[in-house]
């Protein structure tokens, strides 16, 4: 499983974000996030017990500045700066805060380069977590199914979970943000299948996000039973909201 021990690293080639720079502000032993996905890179929860300490901003802000000042010297080409690592960045207490001095550096060194950041959306209610992620470029949201029944089969959230709680909290967007959704199947559940997958359409719809991201799994997985599709699967999964004019990306 990959683990990420720096609080910035790359950076490496995405398939979603082209040149991404990394950020890591989760423990560096191990993993903290309140989903246990099927599919995470990072493994099992269970797993990843190695520490539970989040780096601080001071730690953030000088890991971030020296990397960022370094790849600029060099010239080294930088599309996007993203929050992601071991587990759900939002967690960390000082994550509005990181926020800020990231956009702060990154018009210092980067100025054409988005700031992004990956999350499962579980706290977007709070106001100090929805404020940091309107002033980024690419607050990516994840909504993976369209029941809380698939939810819970393929991303295990840690305490209680209500879809529609999601959706109500992503409404204050007004549209402004990218959906990222992976399509995955197993012996036990498939996420595509037609009553689900008519529900996600309609929260597309319902959301109206600008931008639409799927794709399918690419890296090693804990479950080791998933199946996985081909763009062609999944082009024909989203015709539909293609045909309305939907921008959407799809990654294989």
């Not at 106001?127 to 991303?155: C, H, Q, R, W, Y």
């Not at 402004?176 to 399509?183: A, E, G, I, N, P």
């Not at 639409?212 to 763009?231: A, C, G, H, N, S």
Request: some cysteine.
């Amino acid at each position: 499983m990959l683990h990420f021990d720096d609080i910035v690293f790359g950076p490496i080639v995405s398939r979603r974000l082209g040149s991404s720079l990394g950020v890591n502000i989760l423990p560096s032993k191990g993993k903290l996030c309140n989903f246990d996905c099927v599919y995470c890179e990072c493994g099992w929860n269970k797993d990843g017990l190695g520490d539970r300490k989040f780096p601080l901003l001071p730690e953030v802000s000088a890991a971030l500045e020296d990397k960022m000042s370094r790849l600029s010297a060099e010239g080294v080409p930088v599309d996007s700066i993203t929050f992601s690592g071991n587990g759900e960045p939002t967690l960390n207490p000082d994550f509005a805060k990181i926020v800020e001095v990231t956009l702060e550096l990154r018009d210092r060194y980067y100025p054409q380069a988005k700031v992004s950041v990956l999350s499962n959306a579980t706290l977007i209610w709070r106001d100090d977590v929805f404020e940091a992620l309107s002033k980024v470029d690419n607050p990516i949201m994840k909504i993976d199914a369209g029941t809380d029944s698939l939810v819970s089969a393929v991303n295990k959230p840690v305490g209680k979970y209500s879809l529609d709680r999601i959706v109500d909290g992503l409404r204050r967007f007004n549209g402004d943000f990218v959906l990222q959704t992976m399509f995955v199947g197993s012996d036990d559940f498939d996420t595509t299948v037609q009553d689900a997958l008519g529900r996600w359409m309609d929260i597309v719809r319902e959301l109206a996000p600008r931008e639409i991201m799927i794709y399918t799994i690419d890296r090693e997985t804990p479950d080791k039973t998933l199946r996985k599709y081909t763009v062609g699967q999944m082009s024909a999964f989203v015709k539909p909201l293609l045909d309305e004019g939907f921008n959407i990306q799809i990654r294989g």
